[in-house]
């Protein structure tokens, strides 16, 4: 049914469709109104056969997960940011045991400085642990991408997580289709575990394995992420003949096939990039890559293959240097001659806008670029700084010089 | 069934064997068909007191469950020395998350069970005190306030053992470890350091807490047997000596648990819902000379008085503190 | 696309007003994307939101740079943020206050026809049906008076779907009292 709701709003529904049996929770900025949805829905009845727990930390949040999950439930949480960290132990803890856990990150910078706005650092700050990663790029992504989740979760006995820009997303208000109850079951049937904790045949999970084995099981984690490759787009298939959108998969493109330049993203940053696209003349494609675990290296490098450059926007950075999502794709264009530039943008919050993106563009096609570049970086205000830093030693810190220096909020000119 | 008033003191032997009772009078382990539960072939070092507290206590609970545990288990000797890969020596479903988040698990595994229908099925949450007072407090607390179905037992053996005797929060003043060294007049372990977790436990008002000892079998079994029968959380804390960790000779392990309880170091208590329900007395108090003395981990203590003292304040504590020499009833 | 940019400070249901907005614009079939402000928003702060009318899908998501119609709830706001930055010069302009342009010390600061201008009572209006302060619901009505973009009684059921009650009710009433006196003055001015 179509609505009109918050985009974490659909997801408490979706996940809601799931039938999930256990639900443990802890708030932060930007999922809270997931978890509070959720907890309200168990409440009220609407969500039956659910334990819905109030955890301590984030790190309760998903050993709870862990554990429930371990016992056969189907068990789902979210977090983001400075909770992400906060339970990185049991992030990987959930892949090496091969968990199907599913986790919707609201996508929020990591600090310090401290900010609670929108960039994708804290899902790549977990990229190499092991769970599945996909990117949804508006609300009705957010909604499908939920429920082929747990299914790509529950096939494959990965954990996957599910990234969707924080605010921009999660507390947008649009129009959202819904599915009802009996296309879900339809599409995703019970949880069939693969490894249980059952008395009736004990085993143990979780044991110790020394070098003689240890390369073993990792690289079998890293097959399994390969044959997801696989599974992701026949999943989006599936979902697609039952209720008829193309909302997952491995990659979407926009306009690459005579591009000459294309730009490749995640997320929702795609919907500006598109609308400044059509606003513009020149032979410019977009890329958005919806799974980032695993990485689709054939599927971007096909796409690509006949393009002279390729900017990768990206909302998060490795610091020291540049581009994570960059240095992902160079690799898949690798032995090519295709042109590379890194474009930092987002960070903290910071609003992408098409003016912005027209003069990158018009950069992109002239090859004026740097090799990385910071999108809308205040140049004086960071020279400023530098030049703070060489002549004091007691500078102070970098986050409140940098604060003073952007000055007050503008007034409106009134005389 | 007659209730048969057997007294026996146990003078120069240290068995925890029960033939003199009836059978239904006996320890689980006294059972040819008790579970098992951590089996033979597990490479815990000689004499260790964890591996006997582990066995004693799942055994019992199983046995009040007709079979039905899973347990989750904490980072650790416990952990380590029952898994080798390929091995296992748990016969009950088992699962090794993290250092930290045992009784986290637990919690998990137990919602799994309500939602499931099958709340039939217990949950054991257990780690060594490193995981429990340390690493693994924050769940722990969080597990207590939400009152989950978990019974969580923490065997105690007052430092991280298994990465090379590392001082915890339950390691007691004066002790030696790794990171306690003592130097010169300064002792190992500080004195005015340290948690209780059973009484923080306790101020959680949780529906049942308790400290038991390896030395007294009937005494642990029973109080496993009182944790299962309520729901809710639960706390055990177990006294076990390691002798590698302690500078203790392997043979001396039950001797040292019954010296810490007849000392007042390790005072027996159990407790309901923030109220000591009740105690045990100790039945012929000894100097804790006497029990620090077979540990070398203590041989810097024993030989300063003004440390011999404070160990004997908390003691004395102890027994004023929990009435352990008072009569009972 | 029309779009539409409402300030004000925390507290004075901005955050609704986008919501029941882009929810008044889903009744009549048409697509709309509301976005509330990510400030922190204490009671107080200057907070903004955003809503996006069209009638095919909505891909664009900066923040509303050259607003169609620009919302001021608050007119203490003048001295504290340029609201008016990108304001469309065929733009229109809604201020909650009793007084004049001139009063207020922004006719410097505007560059629109007269009858693009609106200030609202909606404080008032607010106090007279609700009760209460908020001015928010009431200067719906005067958008949708003043430019048609959504209908009056979307807004009235949007306000329903989200304030279901006494609450709504009273709501309504005062959105439909500022889309009465709005459209009587844009009357008023036509016979002139």
Redesign the interface.
Known sequence: MLK?I?GSHGVSEAVALCRP??I?AYPITPQTHIVEDLGALVKSGKLE???Y?????E??AL???????????R?YTATASQGMLFMA??VY?ASG?GLPIVMTVGNRSIGAPIN??NDQSDSMSMRDAGWIQLFVEDNQQAVDIHIQAFKIAETLSLPVMVCMDG??LT?????INVPDQKQVDKFLPSFVPRQI???E??????????PE?FTEVRYLAHQKQKEALKLIPKINEDFKQIFGRDSGGLISTFNVDDADTVIVTLG?????I??ALDEQDENIGALTIRSFRPFPLKAIRSALKNVKRVVVFEKCFAVGIGGIVANNVRMALSGTNIEVYEVIGGLG?R?????SLHKLFKDAVKDNLEVVTFLDLKKDVVERELKREKELIQSGSVAENVLRDGGV??????? | MSHQQVKFYQTGTLTVGNRLLDAEQRTVQATIDRSNSLDSGHRACQGCGEALGARYAIDTAMRETNNKVIAANATGCLEVFTTPYPETSWTLPWIHSLFGNAPAIGTGIAAAMKVKGREDIRVIAQGGDGGTTDIGFGCLSGMFERNDDVLYICYDNQGYMNTGVQRSSATPGGARTATTMPVGPEPGAEFDKGKNVPLIAMAHEIPYVATASIDRLHDLEAKVKKAMSFRGARYIQIFVPCPLGWGSAPAQTVNLARLAVESGIWPLFEGEYGEITSVTNIRKQVPVEEYLKPQRRFAHVVKNPEQLSAVQAIADRNIRKFSLLEEQE | MFQVRIHGRGGQGVVSAAEILSVAAFIEGKHSQAIPSFGSERMGAPVVSFCRIDDKPIRLREPIMEPDALIVQDPTLFNAIDVFAGLSKNGYLLINSKRSIEELGIANAIYLPEDKVRLVPATEIALHHIKRPLPNAVLLGALAAVTGVIQIDSVAEAIASKFPGKIGDFNIQAAEAAYKLLTHNNQEELTC
Do not use: Y
Request: net charge negative; proline share 4%.
């Open positions: 009109q918050e049996e256990v443990c056969n659910c334990e727990i109030n955890v301590e930390s790190f309760a050993s709870v997960g862990i554990g429930s999950s371990a016992a056969g439930a068990t132990e049991a803890n045991l609670i706005w605010f921009i507390h947008a208000i649009e129009g904790l059952d008395p045949n004990p085993i143990s999970i979780g044991a110790m394995v020394g084995a929702s940053v795609i919907g500006t598109q609308e919050g609003p992408i806008t098409r003016k909020v503008s007034a409106a000119k009134t005389t």
